[in-house]
């Protein structure tokens, strides 16, 4: 296998339930993509597959010393899966996209244009993609659209499209973040509990590459309702305030 990336600055982190169809046409879309932004690593999170997944990251592992694979033994969800890939990340900034084709990898390079070179604008943890243009079915698209107006009329996180799985972040502040399932649909809301900014991009999307979606309309609408209501809550109880250190000024005559 080729010696990993040394030293990345940018940890690109892709989620994976049986995409054993996908993970390819992923990975090589990214490195296509990312090649201004080196150094950087992709990691590939395998939640619990029963396909070829895994098999597949490793063949790739060995063309590109970009990827690395993460692997859970059983399925724990999409937010354990993002988690568990920004927890083993070795870059400050960390963007996440889908691993079934549909946030196109040729995207990346938007989010990360709206740094100042590699650091995020003052005040700044988040830059959060916005699909355009979706590639869903329509009951999909009416769902998505009765939810996000639903979360923004609830939370008020400004942010017209918060499902998408394109995000680029700091992984310090992520952290930080109270971590519970289905968290990485409310990143824009949490990021603003604790007093931190969004920015948006308008991203492209596209229809899924290959294989079958591991969700469903109806499972999607029950669960976001319920995490609507624990958010809310913690939004109520955030941080007043952010600490930053003092320094005191040497007694230089002591």
Request: hydrophobic residues 40%; positive net charge; glycine residues 8%.
């Amino acid at each position: 296998m080729s010696p990993r990336i040394d030293s990345p600055w940018l940890s690109i982190v892709v989620p994976l339930k049986n995409e054993a169809g996908n993970v390819g046409f992923v990975a090589e879309a990214i490195v296509e993509a990312c090649a201004p932004l080196a150094p950087y690593e992709i990691v590939f999170v395998d939640d619990g597959s029963d396909d070829d997944t895994a098999a597949g990251v490793l063949a790739l592992a060995e063309r590109f010393p970009q990827i690395r694979l993460v692997q859970h033994p059983v399925s724990a969800g999409q937010s354990a899966a993002v988690h568990s890939g920004v927890t083993l990340a070795r870059g400050s900034a960390v963007c996440t996209l889908d691993g079934d084709g549909q946030n196109p990898p040729s995207e990346i390079p938007k989010l990360a244009a709206r740094l100042e070179g590699r650091d995020f604008p003052e005040g700044v943890a988040l830059v959060a993609g916005q699909r355009i243009g979706r590639q869903d079915t329509a009951s999909k698209r009416l769902a998505s659209r009765a939810g996000n107006a639903i979360r923004q009329a609830l939370l008020h996180d400004d942010t017209r499209d918060s499902g998408c799985g394109l995000k680029l972040f700091r992984r310090d502040v992520f952290l930080t973040l109270p971590y519970f399932d289905h968290m990485h649909r409310f990143l824009p809301a949490l990021v603003a509990r604790d007093g931190w900014k969004t920015l948006h991009q308008d991203v492209a999307h596209a229809p899924r590459h290959a294989g079958r979606s591991n969700y469903s309309n109806l499972a999607r609408a029950v669960v976001g309702a319920y995490d609507l209501v624990g958010v809310t809550w913690l939004i109520r109880r955030r941080k007043k305030a952010r600490p930053s250190e003092v320094t005191s000024p040497v007694n230089r005559g002591s």
